[in-house]
């Protein structure tokens, strides 16, 4: 038999809505686009770091070390799966809602069971179609660390714990996602907490001005001192290409739904052509690499996962 542990997580629960109306009308195409929207949203949890632990029925549950990279995972799911419902009839979309949870659990090999996942499972079907509903200790962690507001919404009642779970909607791309019949209540808790939108991108603006301020303003610089040095060659062509290449993979792995293998494919064949025309001697000797490269990320695109529509 397995040992039991206790550990603290974030749990991540996602569920159809509406699922036994569109298995009436059409099962087997209900069942393949849950296929393709399951393995979307695998795809983006595993590439914020977390784990799919289970997919009952026509749920998801998941588990991650960090906070913010489950809350970043469920709005890039929301995000994807608009997408795939945006180019479907409406009657036949299909809407996930998902609930998020940082709290203790019981974990069973595999299993993670307690209050974490009932909180997070009740949180879930609190949200609207569409939509996330977090608790107050997932908000706590991630307010000022992800660029997206939030909504105080009340008490959640869930069985067990008294006075209920503290709870938020995310606003995703800027619009309140919430479900108007849900049972929450007032209570004196937190003030209506709505990120205000310099708040939620300030933490983007310094990661980016960490990330590429720098390389920019030392291309800037080479620039201005090769002008100033000017004896008819442009040399700082050289260490300015080298540091934009740099810069561009950087930008690519630090993107989690950009494929690294068919980017860096891409960033070096733009890399080949342009030292190919820095360095022209009549020659297009770059058109030969490129049609390797071209070659490669064909195969690439052809043998990746598929999970749209």
């Not at 979309?93 to 997070?120: E, S, T």
């Not at 509903?133 to 067990?160: E, H, P, W």
């Amino acid at each position: 038999m397995s040992e039991t542990s206790r550990k603290l997580t974030t749990i991540f629960c996602a569920d159809v809505q509406d699922y036994t109306r569109l298995m009436g009308k059409d099962e087997e195409g209900t069942l393949s686009t849950l296929r393709r929207y399951r393995d979307a949203m695998k795809r983006l949890i595993e590439a914020h770091g977390g784990r799919v632990i289970n997919t009952w029925g026509d749920g998801v549950f998941a588990e991650f070390p960090s906070v913010v990279e489950a809350v970043r995972a469920a709005i890039d799911t929301q995000n994807e799966l608009a997408g795939y419902n945006a180019v479907i009839n409406p009657d036949k979309q299909m809407l996930f809602r998902i609930g998020l949870n940082l709290g203790d659990v019981i974990a069973d090999g595999d299993d993670l069971y307690g209050d974490g996942v009932n909180i997070a499972a009740r949180l879930q079907s609190r949200a609207a179609p569409g939509g996330i509903v977090i608790s107050n200790t997932v908000y706590d962690q991630v307010r000022n660390k992800v660029a997206v507001g939030f909504d105080f919404l009340g008490q959640l009642d869930v069985k067990n714990i008294e006075g209920g779970v503290p709870s938020y909607a995310v606003r995703i791309g800027g619009v309140q996602v919430v479900d108007t019949t849900a049972d929450y209540h007032s209570a004196p808790k937190p003030a209506p907490a709505r990120a205000p939108e310099p708040v939620a991108q300030e933490p983007a603006l310094q990661d980016w001005r960490r990330s590429y301020a720098a390389p920019l303003v030392v291309c800037i610089g080479l620039a201005i001192l090769n002008g100033l040095t000017w004896h008819g060659e442009f040399w700082a062509k050289w260490p300015i290409l080298a540091i934009l290449w740099v810069a561009t993979f950087r930008y690519v792995r630090s993107n989690k739904q950009i494929d690294m293998a068919i980017a860096g494919l891409v960033i070096t064949g733009i890399g080949l052509v342009t030292i190919n025309l820095f360095a022209w001697q009549g020659t297009p000797w770059a058109i030969w690499p490129l049609f390797g490269l071209a070659i490669a990320a064909a195969l690439r695109w052809v043998r990746r996962p598929r999970s749209g529509m």
